[in-house]
């Protein structure tokens, strides 16, 4: 089956500083999606990525996908505290070439952002 | 506000019971997911609805069930509850599965399940 790791598991950031958060798969990625939960709280969706060497920006958060590698980055520029939460990465099932089924995501990085 | 709906909020009750957890998805949406993320697990896939239809399973345990209706609300059904059962349920909804990775899942904001 299809794992994705992500790394690092936590991160504490400095207000303002840059970070990124990377994610790989252990098979062949057919998309990636991108989204934020703050704890206990639901999943909410930043950004999905379809294809190698695609390159998404929304407001100051950017992700990249590089299918060779299998792995997606996260990277969020001049960090906010709004930026604070758990970030998951999730792709569709590489058995079924991807095809339209439930995510396997990461476990997740947790990112808290000091003032 | 992602547009799915899931109630309850919270959910307390004892091993052996058995609860049902509502989902309703987007307006327009046909595909309803479920997922349980606990500390241990993560979150993982259970199971996938179309328009009334099971379409996929994931993780699912043989306790689970769930059915979508008509109107394309979704339950998942828990019974015989453990102690291990006790995690966040979520469901998400996307337009149309069949559109490979172009569909986005939504997810709601999960019901909190703590079996004692």
Redesign the interface.
């Known amino acids: 089956s299809q794992e994705l790791e992500q790394s690092p598991q936590s991160l504490i950031v400095q207000e303002g500083k840059n970070l990124t958060i990377n994610c790989t798969s252990s098979k062949t990625l057919?998309?990636l999606?991108w989204?934020k939960q703050k704890y206990?709280?639901?999943?909410?969706?930043l950004m999905?990525l379809?294809k190698g060497g695609e390159e998404k920006s929304h407001e100051k958060i950017t992700a990249k996908l590089d299918e060779k590698k299998q792995q997606s980055s996260l990277h969020i520029t001049a960090s906010q505290p709004s930026h604070a939460g758990i970030y998951?990465c999730?792709a569709?099932p590489a058995d079924s070439g991807?095809?339209?089924?439930?995510?396997?995501?990461?476990?997740?990085t947790h990112l808290i952002i000091q003032p | 506000d992602?547009g799915?709906t899931q109630t309850p909020k919270h959910l307390i009750t004892a091993t052996g019971q058995r609860v049902t957890l509502r989902c309703s998805p987007r307006s327009g949406d046909l595909?309803v997911?479920w997922?349980q993320q606990s500390l241990d697990q993560?979150?993982?896939?259970?199971?996938?609805y179309y328009n009334g239809e099971e379409?996929?399973k994931?993780n699912i345990l043989e306790r689970f069930s769930a059915q979508q209706f008509p109107d394309l609300h979704s339950e998942l059904n828990l019974s015989s509850l453990e102690l291990g059962d006790s995690a966040?349920y979520?469901c998400?909804s996307?337009v149309?599965?069949?559109?490979?990775?172009?569909?986005?899942?939504?997810?709601?904001?999960?019901t909190?399940l703590t079996v004692l």
């Open positions: 057919y998309g999606y989204y206990g709280e639901g999943l909410i969706f999905m379809q998951l999730g569709p991807g095809g339209a089924d439930g995510l396997t995501f990461g476990k997740g | 992602s799915v595909s997911y997922y993560g979150l993982q896939f259970l199971i996938h379409r996929a994931g966040l979520f998400a996307s149309d599965p069949l559109a490979g990775v172009k569909y986005t899942q939504y997810f709601g904001p999960g909190r």
